[in-house]
C-alpha cells in the first residue's frame, strides 16, 4: 500500500459513503440528534480528500498526513471528530514510511483505532469506537495469513466492521429500542468497503435497510431539549488540549477535543453556546464556528422527517439582521443564528441602501434589525417605510447588547414575545468599551486629551487614563461588581497578548469573584469591549 494507492482508496471511501450518505442519516440516534451522522462523515472526508486530491507523493506517509489534517479542518459532528482521530492514528503508525506491507497496514488500522478510543474521555461501547476496534483486529489476523496481501486486509477490516455493526444494538439500549445499528460504525463500514471496492475493482453487497424510518422518529424530545450542538477550531500556539478539554467538558454533555498544539477541534452539547464561545475564544482565534440547535431538528423530524442538512426556514417566520464590525463578532453572529450580516460599524456606518438590501434578502416577512451602534440607528428608523416587510428594530448601541438580544431570540416564540425578551435582555447587560481619545475636549466634566485612554460605560464617558486596565479597573468598581457574576472582554483587532494577559490578571486579583472570560472579536478602533452580566 503506496501513496498512490492508499490516495484511490480514500477517492474511491468518498464516492462510496456519498452513495450512501442517507442511509447512514436515518440510523442517526446516539447519543442525541446533533446533525446527520452520514452527512457529518461525508464533510469530514470530504476535507480529507481535499487535501490529498493535489498531492502527487508517493510515499504513503504524505498521503495519511494530509488526510489527517484535512479530516481535522473538516470534522463535523461526534461521529466527524472521531473519524478524524482514526486518520490521526493511522497517520501516525505510517510516518516515515513509503509503503506498507500487510502486517504495517494491519498494525496501523489497529492504532487508528486505539487513537480514537483515547480521544473520547468515556469510550461507550457499541458505536464507531467498538467497530473500529474490531476492523483493526480482523486486520491483523489476515495480515498474519502467509498469502496475505494489502486487499484482503482492506477486505478483512471490512468485513470485521460489518460484523461489529451488526452486534452494535445489542450493545446499546437506545439502539435496540430503536431497531436500528450504530450510524458512526456503518458509516465506517461503508468507508472501508468504499476502499475494498475502489482497489479490488470488484462490487461490494452493501447490506442497509433501505426502507427504515429516520431513527429519531422512535425518540421523544426532553422536557428541557436537546440544547446546541457548538462546533469550532481553535488556533494557538502551545495550546494545552488537556486543560481546554477539561474547561469545555464543565460546560455540557458528548464532548469532543483533541488535536494538536497548533490546532484544537471542539465538539460539545450545551445548553450556554455563547458561554462556551466565550470560553474557548480566550485560548485563541476561532475558526469554523457552527452552532446547531439539535431541539429543532429533532421536532422537524417528528413532524415530517425533513432533512437536516438543509436549513429549513423557522416556523415563526421571524429573521434577523445585524450591524456588525470585526471577523471573530461577524463569525459569533452568523453562529448564533443571525441571518444576514451588514458589515460596519464605528467610523464606517453602513448606509440605508446596505440595511435595506440585508432585510430584504432575509426569507422571512418579519425582521428584527439590530444597529448594535448609535450612529445607524437614525438610518435603520427609515428601513421600514422602505420595504414591504415587517421591520422590528431594537435600538442596540454595541456588541454586548446585540449579543444578549441574539442569545434571546427563540424560534419556538412569536415576534412579539422574542422582541420583548431581546429587548429585556439588551437593556439588562453592562458594557464598558475602551478606547483612546482622538482629540482634546472635555466631556460629562472630564477633561480628555488626544491619545488618552477613554472608558464609557453604558455608552457615556465615565474614565479617562494611560492604561486600559485602570480604566477598566475603575469602570467595574462604578457599576458594582459584588451585582454580577460574569465578564466578558472581547478583545479587539489591535490589543496585543501582553496587554490582554494584563488587563485579565487586573480584572481577577481585584474583583477575585468575578469570573473573567476572553472572546476574540477582531474589532477595530476599541482594543477591549467588556460585557458585564
Known amino acids: 500500500m503506496d501513496g498512490p494507492l492508499f490516495k484511490q482508496a480514500l477517492l474511491g471511501s468518498l464516492n462510496w459513503l456519498a452513495a450512501n450518505q442517507e442511509e447512514v442519516n436515518r440510523l442517526n440516534v446516539f447519543p442525541v440528534p446533533d446533525g446527520d451522522t452520514g452527512t457529518n462523515m461525508l464533510l469530514t472526508l470530504q476535507s480529507a480528500v481535499e487535501d490529498i486530491k493535489d498531492s502527487n507523493a508517493i510515499e504513503v506517509s504524505r498521503i495519511a498526513r494530509l488526510a489527517s489534517h484535512g479530516s481535522l479542518m473538516g470534522a463535523r459532528g461526534n461521529s466527524g471528530v472521531i473519524l478524524s482521530q482514526i486518520f490521526r492514528g493511522f497517520a501516525r503508525a505510517v510516518e516515515?514510511?513509503?509503503?506498507?506491507?500487510?502486517k504495517e497496514l494491519a498494525a496501523a488500522f489497529e492504532e487508528a483505532a486505539n487513537a480514537a478510543y483515547r480521544a473520547v474521555n468515556r469510550p461507550t461501547e457499541g458505536t464507531i469506537l467498538t467497530v473500529a476496534r474490531e476492523a483493526?483486529?480482523?486486520?491483523?489476523?489476515?495480515a498474519s495469513e502467509p498469502d496475505a496481501s494489502a486487499i484482503s486486509v482492506i477486505a478483512a477490516a471490512a468485513a470485521g466492521a460489518r460484523s461489529a455493526v451488526l452486534k452494535t444494538p445489542s450493545q446499546l439500549q437506545i439502539l435496540r429500542d430503536a431497531g436500528v445499528?450504530?450510524?458512526?460504525?456503518?458509516?465506517?463500514?461503508?468507508?472501508?468497503?468504499?476502499?475494498?471496492?475502489?482497489?479490488?475493482?470488484?462490487?461490494?453487497?452493501v447490506p442497509v435497510p433501505t426502507k427504515v424510518k429516520a431513527a429519531q422518529v422512535s425518540m421523544d424530545l426532553p422536557e428541557g431539549g436537546w440544547g446546541y450542538c457548538t462546533?469550532?477550531?481553535?488556533?494557538?500556539?502551545?495550546?494545552?488540549?488537556?486543560?481546554?478539554?477539561?474547561?469545555?467538558?464543565?460546560?455540557?454533555?458528548?464532548?469532543?477535543v483533541v488535536g494538536e498544539p497548533e490546532l484544537v477541534k471542539v465538539h460539545v452539547h450545551t445548553d450556554d453556546p455563547t458561554r462556551v464561545i466565550s470560553v474557548a475564544g480566550g485560548y485563541g482565534k476561532l475558526l469554523k464556528l457552527n452552532v446547531g440547535d439539535m431541539s429543532s431538528q429533532h421536532r422537524r423530524i417528528l413532524e415530517g422527517e425533513a432533512p437536516a442538512a438543509a436549513k429549513p426556514p423557522r416556523a415563526n417566520g421571524v429573521g434577523?439582521?445585524?450591524?456588525?464590525?470585526?471577523?471573530?463578532?461577524?463569525?459569533?453572529?452568523?453562529?448564533?443564528?443571525?441571518?444576514?450580516?451588514?458589515?460596519?460599524?464605528?467610523?464606517?456606518?453602513?448606509?440605508?441602501?446596505?440595511?435595506?438590501n440585508a432585510v430584504d434578502a432575509v426569507p422571512y416577512d418579519h425582521v428584527v434589525l439590530l444597529p448594535n451602534n448609535g450612529n445607524v440607528i437614525l438610518a435603520a428608523k427609515e428601513i421600514a417605510g422602505l420595504t414591504k416587510k415587517k421591520v422590528h428594530?431594537?435600538?442596540?448601541?454595541?456588541?454586548?447588547?446585540?449579543?444578549?438580544?441574539?442569545?434571546?431570540?427563540?424560534?419556538?416564540?412569536?415576534?412579539?414575545?422574542?422582541?420583548?425578551a431581546m429587548r429585556a435582555e439588551a437593556e439588562r447587560v453592562q458594557t464598558i468599551e475602551v478606547t483612546h481619545a482622538v482629540r482634546d475636549t472635555r466631556s460629562n466634566g472630564l477633561r480628555v486629551k488626544k491619545g488618552d485612554v477613554i472608558g464609557l460605560v453604558n455608552d457615556r464617558l465615565e474614565f479617562t487614563g494611560s492604561d486600559y486596565s485602570e480604566v477598566v479597573q475603575r469602570a467595574l468598581g462604578r457599576l458594582g461588581p459584588d451585582d454580577y457574576e460574569l465578564v466578558t472582554v472581547y478583545r479587539g483587532e489591535d490589543a496585543s497578548d501582553e496587554e490582554?494577559?494584563?488587563?485579565?490578571?487586573?480584572?481577577?486579583?481585584?474583583?477575585?469573584?468575578?469570573?473573567?472570560?476572553?472572546?476574540?472579536?477582531?474589532?477595530?478602533?476599541y482594543p477591549f469591549i467588556l460585557s458585564v452580566e
Open 393 to 420: 428594530l431594537i435600538e442596540t448601541h454595541n456588541v454586548p447588547q446585540v449579543v444578549a438580544a441574539v442569545v434571546a431570540f427563540s424560534p419556538e416564540r412569536n415576534v412579539d414575545q422574542n422582541i420583548a
Open 96 to 102: 516515515g514510511k513509503a509503503a506498507l506491507q500487510p
Open 231 to 256: 462546533e469550532f477550531l481553535i488556533e494557538g500556539q502551545a495550546l494545552d488540549v488537556e486543560r481546554i478539554r477539561n474547561h469545555i467538558e464543565s460546560l455540557g454533555n458528548s464532548v469532543l
Open 500 to 525: 490582554l494577559e494584563k488587563l485579565e490578571s487586573s480584572i481577577r486579583s481585584s474583583y477575585p469573584g468575578l469570573e473573567v472570560e476572553v472572546q476574540q472579536g477582531g474589532q477595530l478602533h
Open 136 to 142: 483493526g483486529r480482523t486486520a491483523t489476523v489476515a
Open 320 to 356: 434577523m439582521v445585524a450591524v456588525v464590525a470585526g471577523k471573530g463578532l461577524v463569525e459569533i453572529f452568523k453562529a448564533l443564528g443571525v441571518d444576514a450580516i451588514v458589515e460596519g460599524g464605528q467610523t464606517m456606518n453602513p448606509s440605508t441602501q446596505d440595511l435595506l
Open 181 to 205: 445499528v450504530d450510524a458512526g460504525g456503518f458509516g465506517l463500514q461503508i468507508i472501508l468497503e468504499g476502499m475494498l471496492k475502489t482497489i479490488e475493482e470488484a462490487d461490494v453487497v
